[in-house]
């Protein structure tokens, strides 16, 4: 199995356009979490999914945050419109319990 | 809430053993996990304690202590790849009956020649 998969690896954007993440999780999995980590807030989680439905999404900052999983192989967290603030490390993980994660590459979005 | 609570950096010698302390705060408890992450790199799992006790995986051991809400991560014969760092992250039951993971700031790990 590839792993977890995420595109795009970097991204940079200006202040206030859209960025769209996306994520493919490792196959059979049914959990699928958003982490945002920074040097400063550490490993946050933002959202999870379990069976392509959201358990938990109070880790989002605001509504400028949106995900979604429409099926089993794929996920989505988007921002609109994005901050300087938003500048940090996206990694989606996917597993078959809590506990057990396995992190793809992330993502690396600079918003200037 | 929850809180967790680890040293922030330790410095160890190749060969030797190092000992990374987790100490938590948390209602509807469930588990400890423990992650590696390299600089640059995404996080990888370690291990799990859903009960008090040793858990051994190679050089790699963790420990749990539900009366004391403490855990440790014991690695042996350091490695100059294990400079990196680690992150324990407790597994609990939320208000709302939800389970999630939560991760602590992590500990940086130095290892030199």
């Known amino acids: 199995d590839a792993g977890v998969i995420q595109s795009p690896r970097h991204e940079v954007t200006e202040m206030g356009q859209e960025v769209t993440l996306r994520c493919k999780p490792i196959?059979?999995?049914?959990?699928l979490f958003w982490y945002r980590q920074t040097m400063m807030r550490g490993l946050e989680l933002l959202i999870y999914?379990?069976?392509?439905?959201?358990?938990?999404d109070s880790g989002m900052p605001e509504d400028r945050f949106s995900a979604k999983m429409p099926n089993a192989s794929f996920s989505t967290l988007k921002i609109q419109p994005s901050e300087p603030r938003d500048s940090a490390v996206y990694f989606c993980?996917?597993?078959?319990?809590?506990?057990?994660?396995?992190f793809g590459p992330g993502t690396r979005l600079t918003v200037t | 809430g929850q809180s967790l609570e680890q040293p922030s950096e330790v410095t160890a010698v190749e060969g030797a053993i190092v000992q990374i302390n987790c100490t938590y705060q948390?209602?509807?408890?469930?588990?400890l996990s423990w992650y590696q992450q390299h600089d640059g790199g995404a996080p990888t799992f370690l291990s799990y304690?859903?009960?008090?006790g040793l858990e051994e995986t190679g050089r790699f051991s963790s420990f749990l202590s539900r009366s004391d809400s403490y855990g440790y991560l014991l690695l042996q014969e350091l490695q100059m790849k294990d400079s990196a760092s680690y992150f324990c992250?407790?597994?609990?039951?939320?208000?709302?009956?939800?389970?999630?993971?939560?991760f602590g700031s992590g500990t940086r790990l130095q290892v030199q020649p």
């Open positions: 196959s059979g999995h049914d959990y």
């Open positions: 948390t209602s509807g408890f469930y588990g």
């Open positions: 992250a407790v597994r609990e039951n939320l208000d709302t009956g939800r389970r999630a993971l939560t």
């Open positions: 304690n859903g009960l008090d």
């Open positions: 999914f379990n069976n392509n439905v959201p358990i938990d």
């Open positions: 993980a996917s597993s078959f319990s809590e506990y057990e994660q396995y």
